[in-house]
Structure formats: structure tokens, C-alpha cells
């Protein structure tokens, strides 16, 4: 916030906060976006810092600023990684981190909705999870891989173990949402409300001064999977993020309807499920390049057609343009 006041201050001639105005405000704010091209974010960031200035510290809160250029946000596609290399990447994970990325990738649930999961939200029979406080606080159900039923009741069988442990030394109180301690003081030592994914440590709540166990942090398992793709050898910016779009669009390339994996990740508008159409695994905007039609490939040493072997008389009257010399 300090470092945005300042840069005003030296971008305008007077150089004293007090002393400027809603156009010099206007200047400098289009200086970030046209002379020093910053992001959107850093533009909105330095406009909030001069408004909490000039209203809290200054107490001289500045007019309607019109007329700014605004630095446009860049609409970047998604990094979706193939199948093969989602399988590389989990293949380079171990225990945990491993189970969390198999759960991001079957049920395109993000990071921190997969690290929130408590055990009653798991329907093994339905094969379905229920996603909890979702954007917009709204819950949602998206799938459970079959594949995923063995591994996960072999986890939740060690959980349970700690939790029946930390219950004989008078813990495995799970923290519960909005106002539910309050109305049920003891749903917190219920199995159902434990977390799936649990941290190896407690906590204190001030508050309360009861000692939880809270879910395991998503630096773990970021880290984790940050080091996977480096083993695998991917060259792509991969994060936990990626099996999300990666389940998103190899849903669409197995032909599922767009509206079905809408509601399998929780987009309010279908628009926001569209990027992934632009993002399938058949080639530029899914049509074929008219280079792979051709007849016979193209040599990348000589740039002409590649013949059959044993023409070497005939190729040396195939021109790079493809026109036959002798034929004129």
C-alpha cells in the first residue's frame, strides 16, 4: 500500500499526497496500465492503497475518478495435462498426497474442498461425494471412482484407528461449521464429523479452549505434487488446480454432455465450463490440420515430399513447392 502512495507521489509534479487531486490520481493510474504495463490486480491494488489514503489517514476522501485507462485482465486457457501424464505425475506420489491427487482427479473437486471433506460426506454405496460450501455456499454431489473405494476405506481405517486413540487420551474433537458447537456440543467426537484428510497435530481454540484436529494443509500436498511434476518430467506449469481442468476436459473429450460436467464441478454459468471446449485434445479448435491430409509426409530436412524408398532419381524433381521440373 506504502509503495503505491509513494510511486504516485513521485509520478505527479507535486509530489505531496495533500496537494493532489482526482486528475493526478487519473494520470498516474493510466501511467501504470500504458507506460508500465502492469496486471489488472496491481492497477486495482494501487487505487484501493490511494483511496484508503486520501479517506483514513488524510481524512480528504477524493471524488468520483473518471476517465482511467484500465489494465486489461488477460483470459489465459487452462493447463490440462493428457491422460498419460496425469497417470506419470500420481505414479510419483506417495501415501496421502497420492490419495488426495487420485481424489482431485476423478472428481474434479478443488484443493481445498477435497482437504474439507468430513467422513459422512463419502457415499460409498451411491458412489458419490458431497461437496460442502461450495462458491456461493451452495453444496453440490460429484463422483466416486470406483477405483478409489478400496484405497480410501484402507485410509479411513487408519483415521478411525487415530481418532479412537486421540479419544482415549480425551481429544478428536473436530472443529464443526457456522454455529453447531453451540447446538450440539458433542457432534464434534462423532466419527461422521471427522475430517478424511486429518492433520498429524492439534490445535487450541481460544475460544473454546477444546484442542482439534484440523484438516491437513494444502501446502502439503501442493508441495508434493509440485516435486511429482518435476520427477515426471512435465514440462508444463502443472498445480493440484490442473487435475480439475484435466478432469473437466477429458469428461468432454469422452463425450459427456458439457451441462453434465457443469454440475460435476459447480460452475453457476455454463459459460465458465465452455473454456474447457477450447482446450480438447483435437488439435487447434478440434479440426484436423490439412497438413496431416496429404497424401505423403513432409521431409523436415529437405522440406519436399518424402518418396517412397529407392527414388532418389525422382526426388530431384520434386522442388520444395512440390512442382515436378521435368514435368515442365
Not at 493532489?20 to 491494488?45: C, I, K, P, Y
Not at 474442498?113 to 460442502?132: S, Y
Not at 466419527?191 to 475460544?207: G, I, N, T
Not at 457443469?262 to 497438413?291: A, C, F
Request: aromatic share 6%; proline share 4%; net charge positive.
Amino acid at each position: 500500500m506504502c509503495t503505491g502512495c509513494a510511486a504516485s507521489c513521485c509520478f505527479t509534479a507535486a509530489g505531496i499526497p495533500r496537494e493532489l487531486a482526482e486528475g493526478d490520481v487519473n494520470r498516474f493510474l493510466t501511467h501504470l496500465a500504458m507506460q508500465q504495463n502492469v496486471a489488472a490486480s496491481t492497477q486495482n491494488q494501487a487505487l484501493a492503497a490511494l483511496l484508503f489514503l486520501y479517506e483514513h489517514v488524510l481524512q480528504r476522501p477524493l471524488d468520483r475518478i473518471e476517465g482511467v485507462v484500465r489494465a486489461r485482465k488477460p483470459k489465459r486457457l487452462p493447463v490440462v495435462l493428457t491422460r498419460e501424464e496425469v497417470e506419470a505425475v500420481l505414479a510419483k506420489l506417495e501415501g496421502v498426497p497420492r490419495l488426495v491427487g487420485m481424489v482431485l482427479y476423478s472428481s474434479g473437486m478443488r484443493l481445498l474442498q477435497a482437504l474439507g471433506l468430513r467422513v459422512k460426506d463419502l457415499d460409498f454405496g451411491r458412489g458419490e461425494i458431497t461437496v460442502r460450501d461450495g462458491k456461493g455456499r451452495k453444496d453440490r454431489r460429484t463422483m466416486l471412482a470406483a477405483s478409489l473405494r478400496g484405497p480410501l476405506l484402507d485410509h479411513l481405517h487408519q483415521v478411525r484407528e487415530g481418532h479412537d486413540a486421540d479419544l482415549r487420551r480425551e481429544l478428536g474433537r473436530a472443529p464443526l461449521p457456522d454455529a453447531l458447537a453451540r447446538k450440539y456440543p458433542n457432534a464434534g467426537l462423532e466419527w461422521s464429523w471427522q475430517w478424511v484428510f486429518p492433520a498429524s497435530s492439534h490445535y487450541l481454540d481460544r475460544r473454546t479452549g477444546w484442542q482439534h484436529r484440523h484438516h491437513l494443509h494444502e501446502t502439503v500436498i501442493q508441495r508434493a505434487i509440485h516435486e511429482a511434476v518435476r520427477r515426471a518430467g512435465l514440462s508444463k506449469p502443472a498445480a493440484s488446480h490442473t487435475f480439475r481442468h484435466s478432469f473437466a476436459t477429458h469428461l468432454l473429450e469422452d463425450g459427456y454432455d458439457i451441462r453434465t460436467v457443469q454440475e460435476l464441478l459447480g460452475h453457476r454459468d455454463v459459460k465458465t465450463t465452455m473454456v474447457y471446449t477450447h482446450v480438447l485434445n483435437r488439435g487447434g479448435l478440434g479440426v484436423h490440420s490439412p497438413l496431416d491430409r496429404l497424401r505423403k509426409p513432409m521431409s523436415v530436412e529437405t522440406g519436399g515430399l518424402r518418396l517412397p524408398h529407392g527414388s532418389a532419381s525422382e526426388g530431384r524433381r520434386i522442388l520444395s513447392n512440390g512442382v515436378d521440373v521435368a514435368g515442365k
